[in-house]
Nanobody, 124 residues
Framework: QVQLLESGGGLVQAGASLTLSCSAS????????VGWFRQGPGEEREFVAA????????FYADSVKGRFTISRDDAKNRLTLQMNRLKPDDTDVYYC?????????????????WGQGTQVTVSS
């Protein structure tokens, strides 16, 4: 199985950038689609971005498309989310995730393993 640990969250001003990383251990990372979700207080966990096993095919939520970039480095067992032009609405806990095979990446029910989350706070 895989274990996931997020890092890179913090407090920044609107318009700033952050890079989130997810380090993975175990044998399933390289064989899985991986992605990011986020969740704020009292809100549902929502899809942010995903990247497939080929390391090139990506998916983004409309709210982050053009601002966020997801990438993976299987040799380093690392998943990255580059976040640019951050907005206060991006304030959330961000979770990395690995997917069950042949599932829809936008659906949190497709996830087999979650990280513990890292807090991103964007002030205005």
């Amino acid at each position: 199985q895989v274990q996931l640990l997020e890092s890179g969250g913090g407090l920044v001003q609107a318009g700033a950038s952050l890079t989130l990383s997810c380090s993975a251990s175990g044998r399933t990372f390289s064989s899985s689609a991986v992605g990011w979700f986020r969740q704020g207080p009292g809100e549902e966990r929502e899809f942010v971005a995903a990247i497939l096993r080929d390391g090139e095919t990506t998916f983004y939520a409309d709210s982050v498309k053009g601002r966020f970039t997801i990438s993976r480095d299987d040799a380093k067992n690392r998943l990255t989310l580059q976040m640019n032009r951050l907005k206060p609405d991006d304030t959330d806990v961000y979770y990395c995730a690995t997917y069950l095979p042949r599932t829809r990446v936008i659906d949190p029910r497709s996830v087999d393993f979650w990280g513990q989350g890292t807090q991103v706070t964007v002030s205005s």
